[in-house]
């Protein structure tokens, strides 16, 4: 069995709208801990060092995570959103494909015809609650300073096209799934309008589905698909997402 690490660390060095936050104690400030929480003086434990611990201060769409029907609208389906801890877990392990947009510029907006052409390239036909996973190769460029700018995004008509296909999870190695949220905003102003701001993400509202944010090594993948996924994200209680780390697995 052959596993690849999926996820980007949990770092304050990404460059992100939502950084994480950590504080780093160590062997020495957790004999201080212990000592005050024991009635114990640092001198009682050897060399006055005990635990190390981190203090970590994040939102749940820092760093790997996976989107809840939530995240989008409160209401999915014509009925009130599922939390990310009341999602099924059959969802967050299944059969994977990659579908290889790395040659598209920073920017571009995948269509549907590029999905059914990259699928066709690789002679891939989807399935239901596969997990389709877009590289953009976003994560070469994570801690550039522009990096949620830096990513392809998929179209409102290419996710539609994907849900219809009975796919619950889709992820990617950029920031957002959507085109980067500069060019929504540029667009916008020119041309105030519905369909502009988040329009994949509003997709959630009549189709129940989840994203994954933020993945890597996509292109380490040796073949385009052949392989399980596994994604299950942390049972955060009533939250918009949970962080996760996604694994390639080969048999």
């Excluded at 947009?101 to 596969?130: A, H, M, V, W």
């Excluded at 409102?156 to 957002?176: F, N, R, S």
Aim: glycine residues 6%; hydrophobic residues 35%; aromatic residues 10%.
């Amino acid at each position: 069995m052959k596993l690849i690490d999926l996820s980007v660390p949990i770092s304050p060095r990404i460059r992100e709208p939502l950084p994480a936050k950590i504080e780093y104690s160590t062997h020495e400030d957790g004999a201080l801990q212990a000592a005050a929480a024991l009635g114990l003086s640092p001198e009682d434990f050897p060399e006055k060092k005990a635990w190390a611990t981190e203090t970590v201060t994040l939102n749940t769409h820092s760093g790997t995570h996976v989107d809840a029907p939530w995240h989008y609208w409160p209401t999915s389906e014509g009925e009130p959103s599922r939390t990310i801890d009341e999602l099924p877990l059959e969802w967050f392990y299944s059969d994977g494909v990659v579908l290889d947009f790395s040659s598209k510029p920073p920017g571009y907006e995948i269509t549907k015809d590029d999905l059914i052409t990259e699928l066709k390239r690789i002679n891939y036909t989807l399935k239901p609650l596969d997990i389709v996973l877009i590289r953009s190769d976003a994560d070469k460029r994570l801690y550039n300073e522009h990096y949620a700018f830096l990513h392809a995004g998929v179209s409102p008509e290419a996710t539609l096209w994907l849900l219809e296909c009975g796919i619950k999870v889709v992820g990617t190695d950029g920031w957002g799934w959507d085109i980067p949220l500069n060019l929504q905003a540029e667009e916008y102003r020119k041309n105030p309008r519905e369909g502009v701001l988040w329009a994949a993400h509003y997709l959630g509202k009549d189709k129940e589905y989840c994203q994954i944010e933020k993945l890597a090594n996509l292109d380490q993948l040796p073949q385009p698909y052949g392989f399980k996924v596994s994604c299950f994200p942390v049972k955060v209680e009533r939250a918009s997402a949970g962080w996760a780390r996604p694994v390639a697995i080969f048999e």
